[in-house]
């Protein structure tokens, strides 16, 4: 069985691979997705100027679901790609930060693609 440090350690490697390949740029930002416990995050970031331009969560005011699972992604998927599109921006990289793609990462991503955004 493997031990919460190694599952850490094998995620940032990870993490650390995919970030090699995957950068975000103004017409292209990268979304990035995070996952705690209690709550999941996604942002759109651009790496060239190193600032998020969009970003939605659980912890928000207008998330309607409050809890850490799949419906919670969806919403929080749907509200990152409602944000974009206001913002002008329809095409991103996706950035799974490590995780496996399986859960509330492909509920979150398959909600946001649903919604309008192409990656």
Known sequence: MLKVNDRNK????????????VKGTVERPRLC?????????AQLIDDSDGRTLV????????????????GAAKGVGMMIAKR?????????????????????????ADAARKEGLNF
């Open 55 to 70: 970003c939605a969560s659980t912890i928000d005011k207008d998330c309607k679901v409050k809890a850490n699972n799949v």
């Open 10 to 21: 094998m995620r940032n490697k990870r993490k650390l691979r995919i970030k090699e390949k």
């Open 33 to 41: 997705v995070y996952k705690s416990l209690k709550y999941i995050y």
């Open 84 to 108: 974009a599109l206001e913002n002008g921006i329809d095409t991103v990289v996706f950035d799974r930060n490590g995780y496996i793609y399986r859960g509330r990462i492909k509920a979150l």
